[in-house]
């Protein structure tokens, strides 16, 4: 979800009323040509993904042929409820404003709750999350609360704000950590956990790493440039086998604004989205924390990926600078063969990049305090795509983000590692990254031989001279989107190159009948989508895609019906659906018990922009973001 000037969820319904869906037919690369592609998909040393059958298109209409996916695949749906294939059911968890302590009010849907319910209560907008198991029977969830809905969190619809008002909209933000234990019916909230907690835009929070201590961090409170209070604006997600919690930050410029008409936003900042206007939260005004003119540094210390010890209640989060700064969208870790923690990260805007961490140290299978520390230190890099011309698959290299190589030197303006990972995203260009269509999730396979990236849509792609078309971006005013998969030379993903196919380009083959609007040749009127976001694998290997994308279900996204989760079989390439969400949600936040047998699904904004929703209450109650749970009428594990 992104509520961001340039890219933002906020413009979708004018875009569904926009009947003028614009029909760029980029010819140049038919449905033909890319089974042909991705069949001669033939990369010498590279370890080759594997390349989608020609077999898959006329298998997609008759029957699952996937040996990994058993259920009975799902028709499109607009109805407001959430739709699962025979033999499976739902049941929710926890919405926005559910008390997750013993002492914490009921949630309260008048909009007139104060601040210090919401401090005690689960967040808004559900995004992404990770289950920390106990035991058997006992789980610690980690929950991203990306934002905050004004016309639903008070009852003025933010049109007669207040300090409390303001504080308020805080508390909804943020994490939220709670206990869940197995009962004999199902996973349940555990009100009495020890490890409950809230994490909001006031928590006491360290920077770290590289950047920690730089003067673009000191502000007027924090003369150390260490010290910073909270996160926000928390979109997906990460988990290290050293038992913690990675959240990111995405859209953070949001928050910030000042009514000091001489304060002038530097360039520097711009490219954040940074200005001075603050008409959606109003922070600025009640909180002058988010007062650029009086902390014009404030910003800085936000946009960076938080580490945070689901175990420890009383442990300060981490801002892990060496990842970088930008609109982090999750962070895909995982242990190199040689030892080192590799990070996958998407920073989602249109015509932005696609980035790698490598950590200095490695893991430590042994202990687990040994490691905690790892993402404090290592190398950035950024990715670059190289194809020829009209050709769907391709290589890449990763260019290192480091002081003093590559350009990143001081007559490029860059005057230390401190200031190339505050500015990565100017790092990033001054290196000559590969701009994309909005990078969101990474997922990286279990197998360790291939990851892959939803890049959801970008309306800019060959409108904007940074924006050709071309490579892992093949289409114009992309309005689709397409999941990119690449594979790390020799399986070593410290390695600088690596080898690129693309398992999915959406489209809608009812509408358009060839090329590539119609969609990759595993794209069929009965699997259809767009803008795939959120992405995970499970432990066996199933690709589950999840959308945040134009829901009118009319002209060019006839058919597709509401936002909706999709199995995926990286060996066939087969695509298949298997949930549906409620009216005008987005589906998003992916986490299973560790037998596999219940998934945890977040079904974030139901109704938004007044969309006629209920969920999940019905009759005429407010809609809430909801944690459900799907689990098999039979016990068995989920997609098998
Ligand atoms: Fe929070 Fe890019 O989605
Ligand atoms: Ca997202
Ligand atoms: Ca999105």
Known sequence: MSYNNSH???????????????????????????????GALGLGAFVATTPLAQSVHAAMNSKVQSSLIGFNPIVASTADTVVVPEGYKVTNLISWGDP?????????????????SQAQQFGDNTDGMSLFAVDDDRAVLAVNNEYTNNDLLYHHQGENMTADDVLKAQNAHGVSVFEIKKTAAGWKVDRSGKLNRRITANTPMKLTGPAAGHDLLKTAADSSGTEVLGTFNNCANGETPWGTYLTCEENFHNYFGTEDGFYEVS???KRYGINTTDKRYQWSKFDERFDLSKNPNEPNRHGWVVEIDPMDPDSAPLKRTALGRFKHENAALMIDNSGHVVVYLGDDERGEHLYKFVSKGKFNATSGTANRDLLAEGTLYVAKFEAAEGELKG???WIELSFGKNGLTPENGFNSQAEVLIYTRQAATQVGATTMDRPEWV????????????????????????QPVGGPNPRAEN?????????????????????????????????????????SSNITTENMFNSPDGLGFDKDGRLWIMTDGQYSNKDGFAGMGNNQMLCG???????????????????????????????FVGIQHPGEKGQPSHFPGGGESKPRSTIVMITREDGGIIGA
Request: glycine share 8%; hydrophobic share 30%; charged share 25%.
């Open 267 to 269: 360039e520097r900042q």
């Open 395 to 397: 290589r890449g290299k």
């Open 569 to 599: 079989d990286p060996e066939t390439g087969e695509i298949h659906r298997f949930l549906v969400g409620p009216i005008a949600c987005e589906v998003t936040g992916l986490a299973f018990s560790p037998d596999q047998r219940t998934m």
């Open 479 to 519: 309005r689709y989107g397409q999941i990119v998969r690449w594979s790390p030379v020799n399986g070593d993903h410290t390695a600088h190159e690596f080898s690129w196919d693309l398992f999915v380009i959406a489209g809608n083959p009812s509408v358009h009948r060839e090329g590539l609007l119609a969609g």
């Open 100 to 116: 997750l302590f013993e002492s914490a009010p009921e949630f309260d849907p008048s909009g007139n709750a104060p601040a210090s």
């Open 443 to 466: 997922a990286v396979h279990p197998n360790k031989l291939s990851v892959c990236c939803t890049l959801t849509n970008n309306k800019n792609r060959g409108k904007k001279e940074n």
């Open 8 to 38: 933002d969820r906020c413009s979708n319904l004018e875009e569904q009323q926009d009947s003028e869906f614009t029909q760029i037919i980029d010819m140049s690369v038919s449905r033909r040509t890319f089974l042909t592609g991705m």
